[in-house]
């Protein structure tokens, strides 16, 4: 990767005003309105920069269809339901969850869809996707989406909220900035002065950290919206990202071009800028608002438990030898938890309001199949 003409800018920022924080470069990474990475490009599949689980089978987005039905009956089978993906890639998933809902008319009549995208390259590709779909609509925010009952589908979403880093020092800890070294390339600092009683609601692991630890946090905007609308207008919302199911210290802060790891200093806005999700923060700004928490589990459990091996065997006894071996293979990549394997990393959590006590795959009353 080349110098990008957004590294010029931030540095003249950083000139101009001061070392940036790590939240403020990452949504310019992101989301500059000229150069940054999710405004200008389609980054999925072999061609882009990463895979994710809708691209690698269309078994992810038909299992998702099929717990969307699963809710909606627990909800009352409400004759008028938003479906809402935020973030939704290429349209990949909503598609094939789209292709397992019209088994279940009723349902299916009742859909209104909800796109929440930003990036116009990704938006033309969702509506070629999804083109022969009625009652769709695109949004900039899900705050644009009408009122009404709810399921909310938002994979690989959060990863990309910026973050705040902060570092511990013996005196307290100190935001996370980026600046100039002597040789003109970009660093990682520290602001000069402590965050004042900033440890005062840090998680017992986090306060307990050395001197060092860098501890990452998201505000709770997004999460809060989610849980507020459910909570109110009835419906879930189900969440799967990669990352830890505990509030710890640790830098996850990361860059991926052309699927490896990238330097995320170096070519801002060439490269995809993400960071690990911390599923018991969510879970906690969801329950403050008053919605109803379930789980998270692990994507692998979650998958099994909504019957992803009956699936996968249904699919591969119709199908060629080489189409079956790629299905075994993408059965695998989604639940396995070795290396290359999602089913560890991703975790799935669910919110939704109060009177939903049990979710399929995210309660232990609900087992594998119970979603069809």
């Known amino acids: 990767m080349t110098d990008s003409p957004l590294l010029n ?27 940054g990475y999710y405004v200008s490009r389609d980054p999925l599949g072999r061609e882009g920069d990463f895979t994710t689980a809708p691209e690698v089978s269309q078994m992810f987005g038909e299992l998702l269809g099929l717990w969307s039905a699963s809710v909606w009956r627990q909800m009352g089978s409400p004759q008028m339901l938003r479906l809402i993906e935020l973030g939704p890639g290429r349209g990949t998933m909503m598609a094939d969850a789209l292709r397992a809902l019209r088994v279940l008319p009723p349902l299916y009549q009742a859909l209104h869809i909800h796109m929440v995208e930003v990036n116009p390259v990704l938006r033309e590709r969702q509506m070629a ?7 769709i609509t695109w949004h900039e925010t899900i705050d644009d989406v009408p009122e009404g009952p709810s399921i909310i589908l938002a994979n690989e ?12 020092h013996a005196n307290g800890w100190h935001e996370r900035v980026i600046d100039i070294d002597g040789n ?11 965050t ?3 440890d005062v609601l840090l998680p017992p692991l986090v306060r307990a950290a050395p001197v060092g630890a860098v501890f990452e946090w998201r505000p709770d905007t997004e999460i809060m919206k989610l849980a507020t609308r ?17 509030s710890d210290a640790g830098d996850t802060f990361q860059a991926i071009a052309r699927h490896s790891f990238a330097d995320p200093l170096k070519a801002p806005g060439r490269a995809d800028v993400t960071a690990h999700v911390d599923f018991q923060a969510l879970a906690r700004a969801a329950e403050d608002v008053g919605a109803r928490v379930h789980g998270p589990v692990t994507q692998g459990d979650f998958l099994k438990r909504v019957g992803i091996e009956t699936r996968a065997a249904a699919l591969m006894q119709k199908a060629t030898p080489d189409v079956a071996s790629d299905i075994s293979v993408a059965l695998k990549r989604l639940t396995d938890t070795g290396r290359g394997g999602m089913g560890s990393m991703f975790k799935v959590l669910g919110i939704s309001e109060p009177r939903l006590t049990g979710i399929a795959g995210l309660s232990d009353l609900e087992q594998a199949g119970e979603a069809s």
């Open 230 to 246: 459910v909570r109110e207008q009835d419906g879930a919302a189900l969440i799967i990202d990669y990352g830890h199911l505990r």
């Open 129 to 135: 996707t999804l083109s022969a779909m009625r009652n």
């Open 184 to 194: 003109g390339r970009l660093q990682f600092g520290a602001a000069a002065d402590p």
């Open 196 to 198: 004042p009683r900033f």
């Open 9 to 35: 800018e931030i540095k003249a920022l950083i000139k101009s005003s001061g070392p940036m924080p790590v939240w403020r470069y990452m949504e310019l990474c992101l989301m500059h309105p000229r150069y």
């Open 157 to 168: 979403y959060f990863d990309v909220l910026p973050i705040h880093q902060m570092v511990r």
